[in-house]
């Protein structure tokens, strides 16, 4: 069995993964290491109420990066992938992206401008909202999407960690007292835009990426193809982070800093699925290419056993839930720990559906895989309120296993029903 490891591991392309997958599982575990050490920092010095207020402002600001990405972290990825042979090519897809991007971005700040002053009580925050756009910003300007599509994902793993390091360090220098709650998403997007500069003049040395302004046929593609992308990414970030929006309006601050503790405990583990699905997906892209049994066989042999890993870390977090949230708030929290547990195996969910959702988007199948996350985000906005209302953060909590479960169907539903001959399961 352990020569059969070894024989698979030394293979090339599986060397390669295995490569990828290590460094941005060192980014993560730096991510995770790092969360630990701000989380609770950031939580006693701005307490609870005030730490609700910056994970609600991320929650809004989460639908402008969501919207200047429009999908190119799965279209300009497999369009990257596909073309990694063709340095003109590549160049071309860079400049049309990222200039694709600024355009959205200018459009996202009035966007913005105009909803925090059509609303008072957003308009009292305007500070935090404003300051919090430079998270927007580095977003924008990260080509994550790029590294992705040659899989270097060690890079990605340099400047993550760059960029976290600089806010981890901000956040122990400069805030100090409840009303430096302003600066917290600041610094967030600072340190993003210092290692996005960092990546693009790597890029250009690295790659020999040629500046250039795309033409307005170009970024008119690029808004073409990655279209039905960004109507399933709006759709997910919609469900997501509408939970706390809409928890917003029915329960107080403090509810809403419970829940914020107890999503970003939950979301520790769901980074994991980012990182598997980020070095997967365009292997997964050139496989689709060659024959879809090579495919299936890549799924048996690469995400049963993840999948196992993701099962196990959602049962430690379901059994330790009281000891973390101990260590987070600095004291017992029942609420906190109840939430945790309800939510603990949403991961487990959510991997469950990343073999069909990565053969739609594979197979160019983005009406289909844009269908499922749409009708899914409806329902969670159908649901969410009413369940948020009569049972507030528990209800939100609901709402979201529901939604993820749906989803989850509804996607093998799709590729085993409607398009039989790239189904994953023989029965």
Same mark, same amino acid.
């Given at each position: 069995?352990?020569?059969?490891i070894k024989k698979?591991?030394q ?5 390669k993964l295995l490569?990828?997958f290590i460094?941005?599982?060192v980014?993560?575990m730096s991510?995770?290491v790092?969360?630990?050490l701000?989380?609770?920092?950031i939580i006693?010095?701005?307490g609870i109420e005030?730490?609700?207020l910056v994970?609600y402002?991320q929650?809004?600001l989460?639908y ?6 429009y ?6 990825t497999?369009?990257?992938?596909i073309?990694i ?6 160049s071309?897809?860079?400049n049309s ?9 200018l ?8 909803i925090v002053?059509?609303f008072p ?6 500070l935090?909202?404003?300051s919090?756009?430079a ?5 924008i300007?990260f080509?994550?999407w790029?590294f992705r599509g040659?899989e ?5 793993t340099?400047?993550n960690?760059t960029?976290?390091?600089i ?5 122990f220098?400069?805030i100090?007292?409840?009303s430096?709650?302003i600066y917290?998403?600041l610094f ?7 290692s996005?500069f960092i ?19 170009q ?6 193809n990655?279209?039905h ?9 919609l469900?997501?982070n509408?939970?706390?929006i809409i928890l917003?309006?029915f329960a ?6 419970y ?10 583990i769901?980074?994991?699925l980012g ?7 365009p ?7 060659v024959?879809?049994v090579?495919?299936t ?12 890993v ?5 049962l ?10 101990l260590?987070?708030a ?6 906190v720990a ?9 991961p ?8 069909a959702?990565q053969t739609?988007?594979?197979?160019n ?9 749409? @009708? !899914?985000s409806? $329902?969670? /906005?159908? &649901?969410n309120? =009413? #369940?948020?209302?009569?049972f507030?953060? @528990? !209800?939100t909590? $609901?709402s /979201?296993? &529901?939604?993820? =479960? #749906?989803i989850?169907i509804?996607?093998y539903?799709i590729l ?6 790239y189904k =994953?399961?023989?029965?």
């Amino acid at each position: 069995m352990i020569n059969k490891i070894k024989k698979q591991i030394q293979q090339p392309e599986n060397k390669k993964l295995l490569s990828n997958f290590i460094s941005l599982s060192v980014l993560q575990m730096s991510g995770y290491v790092l969360s630990l050490l701000v989380l609770p920092y950031i939580i006693i010095v701005l307490g609870i109420e005030k730490f609700g207020l910056v994970i609600y402002t991320q929650a809004l600001l989460s639908y402008f990066i969501v919207f200047t990405d429009y999908g190119f972290n799965l279209s300009a990825t497999r369009d990257i992938s596909i073309n990694i042979d063709n340095p003109e090519k590549i160049s071309e897809i860079f400049n049309s992206v990222l200039f694709t991007k600024i355009i959205l971005g200018l459009c996202s700040f009035v966007i913005l401008t105009g909803i925090v002053f059509c609303f008072p009580k957003l308009r009292n925050e305007s500070l935090l909202f404003f300051s919090s756009f430079a998270m927007v910003v580095g977003q924008i300007l990260f080509p994550v999407w790029f590294f992705r599509g040659v899989e270097q994902m060690k890079f990605i793993t340099y400047l993550n960690v760059t960029s976290k390091l600089i806010f981890t360090g901000l956040i122990f220098l400069v805030i100090k007292v409840p009303s430096d709650y302003i600066y917290v998403n600041l610094f967030q997007g600072f340190g993003d835009i210092v290692s996005s500069f960092i990546s693009i003049i790597f890029l250009k040395k690295r790659f020999n990426i040629k500046f250039a302004f795309p033409t307005i046929h170009q970024i008119k593609l690029e808004l073409v193809n990655g279209w039905h992308i960004l109507v399933s990414s709006f759709a997910v970030n919609l469900y997501m982070n509408s939970n706390i929006i809409i928890l917003g309006f029915f329960a107080n601050s403090i509810v809403l800093g419970y829940y914020s503790i107890a999503e970003k405990v939950m979301l520790i583990i769901r980074q994991l699925l980012g990182v598997y699905s980020q070095v997967t997906y365009p292997h997964i892209c050139k496989l689709a290419q060659v024959g879809h049994v090579r495919l299936t066989n890549f799924y048996k042999k690469v995400f049963v056993p993840f999948l196992l890993v993701i099962i196990f870390c959602s049962l430690t977090l379901f059994l330790f839930s009281d000891k973390l949230v101990l260590f987070l708030a600095k004291g017992n929290n029942p609420n906190v720990a109840h939430l945790i547990r309800l939510i603990a195996f949403v991961p487990v969910i959510v991997c469950l559906n990343i073999p069909a959702f990565q053969t739609l988007l594979a197979y160019n199948m983005k009406k289909n895989y844009s269908f499922v996350l749409t @009708t !899914g985000s409806l $329902i969670s /906005i159908a &649901i969410n309120p =009413l #369940l948020t209302y009569n049972f507030q953060a @528990t !209800g939100t909590c $609901i709402s /979201i296993i &529901i939604t993820e =479960l #749906l989803i989850t169907i509804g996607l093998y539903l799709i590729l085993e029903l409607k398009n039989k001959e790239y189904k =994953l399961f023989n029965f």
